[in-house]
């Protein structure tokens, strides 16, 4: 299901390359969203439209900053939802069906800090878990929100430039 999703949208994408900043950042931010980036292959397609975006020759920053924008966007609702709601979090689905996510990221969080937060951001479903235990740790949003920029930054770098300047680079 996740792999005819992922052809669905890639598909759309090659089709109306305009709309590729809006939809890179719609993915982005829900790829970083608490309980959405569960159900949302968003890497894989990520991954792929930025082999599209070198192809078509589209403009790399544009995109590259609704990525960032949309990943800083996700990861800052997610902290805010879990400082404005807390234990409720744990609650509502698909967490209440997944409490091993919430507990590793605890785990991730004590041991690395402020470092969790951005190294969340690369480890599959801590992605969505590690924004809500620091919003449910109290931390300080500061330090939340550089981490998270900081990630962000990289990360988008990191879906986006190998397909991008790799598929040029072939052409």
Not at 16 to 33: D, I, T
Request: with cysteine; proline share 6%.
């Amino acid at each position: 299901m996740m792999a005819e999703a992922s052809r669905v949208v890639l598909a759309w994408l090659q089709q109306h390359e305009a709309w590729a900043p809006a939809v890179v950042f719609a993915l982005a931010f829900g790829e970083s969203l608490a309980l959405i980036s569960l159900l949302l292959p968003a890497t894989f397609i990520l991954l792929g439209a930025s082999g599209l975006i070198g192809a078509a020759g589209l403009a790399f920053w544009p995109v590259w900053v609704a990525a960032v924008a949309g990943a800083v966007l996700g990861d800052a609702v997610s902290y805010w939802l879990a400082v404005y709601f807390q234990d409720a979090v744990g609650r509502a689905w698909p967490l209440s069906r997944h409490p091993d996510l919430l507990a590793r990221g605890h785990v991730f969080f004590r041991r690395w800090g402020v470092g969790s937060v951005f190294l969340g951001r690369f480890f599959g479903p801590l992605r969505s878990a590690v924004p809500l235990v620091a919003g449910l740790c109290g931390m300080p949003q500061l330090p939340f929100q550089l981490a998270n920029l900081a990630s962000a930054l990289a990360w988008a770098t990191l879906m986006l430039a190998p397909g991008v300047f790799g598929v040029r680079w072939l052409l």
